[in-house]
């Protein structure tokens, strides 16, 4: 056997992007205050951020209950509205370029796999501005549910054309650890999205970094060298 044979193929490296290669998790949470407001429905700063990395639909139905299938829509609405108002202080993370570039570099395929709705996909695209490293895209229009559950986890697989074995998800929430798990790939974690290295541990990560240049810096010794070593 040869070493082309028995050397695989580069893998993907499934990358969130709020609050893992965009600083925009504390945008959401300020425009689901105001949202949540406008609906009739004041909630704690600290109880949405703890929803950060679910989808829209899940976050409403965890902080409302059954009130969400009443001003859901409305909040919804109101929500992208607030956020697309304060887009301009959306940005890249610190060595989020460099990591994805890197990562592109090295073989494995770049796939974002987001729970954005499309409008705001378009926001964070424009602001990440790496589009030429990028092989395949999965948002929350992809699937009918989103995470915690496992469906865009395996969208992203799907378009990669690749097995869960041969895969890193990057994430900065519980709920991408969670998802990740039901869909038998390895998450690793950034501290980023605001959430403890303690918790990313505890729901599974199989390591965590600061960020995404702490991490462009331990790349070849990281999990996701095992992609193209």
Not at 40 to 51: E, K, L, N, S, V
Not at 68 to 81: F, L, P, T
Not at 170 to 189: I, L, N, P, S
Request: aromatic residues 4%; glycine residues 8%; hydrophobic residues 45%.
């Amino acid at each position: 056997m040869t070493d082309t044979e028995s050397t695989p193929p580069p893998g993907a490296v499934l990358f969130d992007i709020d609050g893992t290669l965009v600083d925009s998790n504390y945008l959401h949470v300020n425009a689901w205050l105001q949202a949540l407001r406008a609906v009739g429905h004041p909630m704690d700063a600290w109880r949405i951020h703890r929803g950060q990395g679910m989808g829209s639909s899940e976050l409403l139905a965890t902080l409302l209950g059954e009130a969400a299938d009443q001003v859901g829509s409305q909040a919804k609405q109101q929500h992208s509205e607030h956020y697309r108002r304060s887009a301009d202080l959306l940005r890249a993370f610190d060595g989020a370029r460099d990591l994805v570039a890197a990562v592109a570099q090295r073989g494995a395929k770049v796939v974002l796999a987001t729970s954005a709705a499309p409008d705001e996909l378009e926001l964070l695209r424009s602001v990440l501005d790496i589009e030429g490293d990028i092989a395949e895209i999965t948002a929350a229009e992809d699937v009918d549910a989103a995470k915690p559950a496992p469906d865009l986890v395996h969208v992203a697989l799907q378009r990669a054309g690749i097995g869960a074995e041969r895969a890193v998800y990057v994430g900065d929430t519980v709920w991408d650890v969670k998802a990740c798990a039901k869909a038998g790939v390895a998450c690793v974690g950034v501290l980023t999205g605001g959430i403890s290295a303690s918790e990313l541990t505890k729901a599974g990560a199989v390591a965590v970094y600061e960020d995404c240049r702490a991490l462009l810096r331990e790349l070849d010794t990281s999990p996701l060298a095992a992609l193209w070593a």
